[in-house]
């Protein structure tokens, strides 16, 4: 009886912590293995530790694996869970490989197609030019070759992402996980096992309440008072045979769970481990295209550099043929405005009834260049308007007209900066003349006694304005220009003559060394000039020059705009190196802020700087202002036409408070 209490005392110990349902966790903790266990004191390792102890076990009644059944559970749940979160960022992985697979190749047939389009160059420039210009064709064959050199190394390198990572992935996710079955096929067995050993659990359980209720009758009928002879007590069940079932369906749990754990155990090595072998020989395929990259561009480095040189070289040729093209268009431009004057000469004469042209324009030369007398004047009354005499007078380039007060200065009118119209208003007298002094709003109407004595003011004027620019330029004044015929087809000739003088003027100032750069960003061939300052600028910064204002700085087109002589005066003697020598004065040559890619703002900037603020001007001390601004330097300079010189007094004479805050002048 002891002995059966004995035995009925050892089902409890196995069965007594076995959990009646599977338990939820919640919360982690960090275990061996980087494993992460909701509220567990179980991990893989100490399961197969349990597990050994449990199987040296000499007796059933005492089981580690019972004590601990809930945290194994717990534990598995976790793992399952974990393996679904893994094959997710698997497949997340595989997306974004073959995203970068498909994108690397996009780019590599973007490079073979760029080194196409550099080759089919090269030939293009070989065929057409011949030997002139192979080096610029084999420069073009170089970089294609550069080109396809890295798309091959590209090539490889998306081989290797295919072959090290793509495709290896592509083979644990479609088929070794397949393989492995859902995360209901790989715990089916376990979960069968688990459900036959708690099966087990509860018979035992039942079993062994019969068995104490069976013990307990037997004892209370012994105690009865005896009618005969007791009958003998209930021989005692032997728990044996229920505890080696119950120990042989725990056997079973242990090794269903044990496969599970190695399938697990496999699945996560192809995650971690292999996966982190596959990233290192990436690693290689990667450092070997960036290298071999890196060598092929340092092979390139020294041609590079004599290509440099000789491109420096082939440039200024350009620049000199296009220099040699501009000047034999300038030619062809003067021969057609040539023609065209022989045409209209030739005309006047048949209606003229065969006058020689050449033969007026040496009688209207007798003309001269000064003349003085009286002429009407028409007021400059805005409700009256009439004429009044005065005494006029041409002398010097200069249109003079005195006052009836002789204590008055007369005006004086620059012949240079003025234009003379003839018959200036419809319905006007054939007597009548017109000066419209250039950017005024004023004019000058004026009536001669007769149309005779008018044409002979116009062609004094007109000869005297010549013969001024003529001595300022150095040159003498072109055949033809300057007179005014008997007939009206005189004023085509002087306008033709005008033109021609206009055209030669705007060619010396583009065939000028010093103008053949922007004289803001130095990018090449300006075709727009700022007539109050002197300097050819580009397109660019001539934008950049209209947001100044007028009052700052003028800007026109050589090819746009009509230009007068007047116009061209700043630009033709003084140019963009002498303007800059004072402007720039600060600026070193070698380190310009801007150049031909600058942006707009960098652009405007600069250039606000430079002719507002007058930033890079050099700052005279007192002795030098003083000998600057000496009678004698200043009149030297205004003889010796030195604009230069004059320009320093003009920015250095300036106040301070305008240097530092703005002020256009100039």
């Known amino acids: 009886m002891v002995s059966s209490a004995g035995g009925d005392t050892s089902a409890p110990s196995l069965i007594s912590s076995v959990p009646a349902s599977a338990p939820g966790g919640v919360g982690q903790q960090q275990v061996a293995g980087g494993m992460y266990l909701p509220h567990s004191d179980v991990n893989v390792d100490k ?48 997306k974004a490989v073959k995203t970068v697979h498909r994108s690397g190749h996009t780019f590599m047939s ?71 079955g859902t995360r209901s096929d790989l715990r089916k067995p376990v979960d069968k096992a688990w459900k036959d050993y708690e099966n087990k659990v ?58 599970y754990l190695l399938k697990l155990t496999d699945i996560g090595g192809r995650r971690g481990t292999v996966l982190l072998d596959q990233l290192v020989q990436l690693y290689d395929v ?4 960036f290298s071999s990259s890196k060598s092929r561009l340092e092979e390139m480095r020294e041609y590079i550099s004599e290509a440099d040189i000789k491109l420096a070289s082939k440039n200024r040729e350009l620049r000199e043929k296009r220099s040699q093209l501009d000047t034999l268009r300038q030619d062809i431009k003067r021969n057609i405005a040539a023609s ?3 045409t209209l000469t030739l005309s006047s004469v048949n209606r003229s009834g065969g006058q020689d ?46 006052h009836s007060q002789a204590n008055r200065e007369p005006v004086k009118l620059n012949l240079l900066t003025c234009s003379i119209k003839e018959n200036p208003e419809d319905g006007s007298s054939n007597k009548e003349f017109c000066i419209i002094p250039e950017h005024g709003q004023r004019k000058y109407f004026f009536m001669a006694e007769s149309e005779a004595e008018k044409r002979r003011w116009v062609s004094v004027m007109r000869n005297s304005k010549e013969q001024s620019f003529a001595a300022f330029s150095g040159s003498s004044p072109p055949a033809g220009a300057g007179a005014a015929s008997a007939n009206g087809n005189q004023d085509d000739v002087m306008n033709n003559s005008l033109h021609e003088l206009t055209s030669a003027i705007i060619a010396d100032i583009r065939n000028d060394p010093d103008n053949y750069y922007c004289a803001d960003c130095r990018a090449p061939h300006p075709e727009w000039v700022s007539t109050n300052k002197g300097v050819m600028i580009c397109i660019a910064c001539s934008g950049c020059h ?48 801007i150049n031909g890619d600058s942006s707009r703002n960098e652009r405007s900037e600069f250039i606000r700087a430079k002719y507002e603020k007058r930033a890079f001007v050099a700052r005279l001390d007192e002795p030098s202002r003083v000998a600057l601004f000496d009678e004698q330097t200043v009149s030297e300079a205004m003889q010796s036409g030195d604009l230069e010189t004059l320009l320093r007094v003009a920015v250095s004479y300036t106040p301070q408070d305008e240097l530092n805050g703005g002020g256009g002048g100039g």
């Open 357 to 402: 042209s050449y033969h007026q324009h040496e009688v209207n030369r007798k003309f001269g260049t000064e003349i003085e007398g009286a002429l009407l004047k028409k007021s400059d009354g805005t409700l009256r308007k009439v004429w009044q005499k005065r005494k006029v007078r041409v002398h010097h380039g200069f249109f003079m007209i005195f």
């Open 202 to 259: 509860s018979k035992c359980r039942e079993e062994r309440r019969k068995r104490e209720f069976s013990i307990s009758s037997s004892k209370t009928e012994s105690l009865r008072p005896s009618q005969g002879p007791a009958p003998p007590l209930p021989a005692a069940v032997s728990p044996s045979e229920d505890e080696r079932d119950l120990h042989k369906g725990k056997r079973f749990l242990q090794l269903h769970l044990s496969e």
């Open 47 to 94: 399961f197969m530790h349990i597990t050994r102890d449990d199987l040296a076990a000499t007796s059933p009644a005492s089981s580690v694996f019972t004590d601990n059944i809930h945290s194994v559970k717990t534990c598995i749940g976790l793992l399952d869970e974990n393996l679904e979160s893994d094959k997710a960022n698997l497949q997340l992985l595989r």
């Open 546 to 593: 209209r947001e100044l204002g007028v009052h700052v700085s003028r800007i026109q087109s050589l090819t746009l705009d009509r230009l007068s002589t007047a116009d061209l005066l700043l630009p033709r003697f003084l140019g963009n190196k002498a303007f800059n020598r004072v402007y720039e004065a600060l600026l070193e040559s070698s380190d310009h802020p």
């Open 286 to 289: 990667q450092l070997t295209f």
């Open 340 to 342: 065209n004057t022989s």
């Open 110 to 180: 973007d490079i073979l197609t760029y080194a196409e389009a550099l080759n089919r160059i090269g030939e293009s420039i070989a065929l057409n030019n011949g030997h002139s210009e192979k080096d610029i064709a084999t420069s073009f064959f170089k970089f294609a070759l550069l080109a396809k050199d890295i798309a091959s190394n590209l090539n490889t390198m998306l081989k290797g992402v295919h072959n090290i990572l793509l495709q290896p992935l592509d083979t644990f996710l479609k088929c070794d996980l397949k393989n492995a």
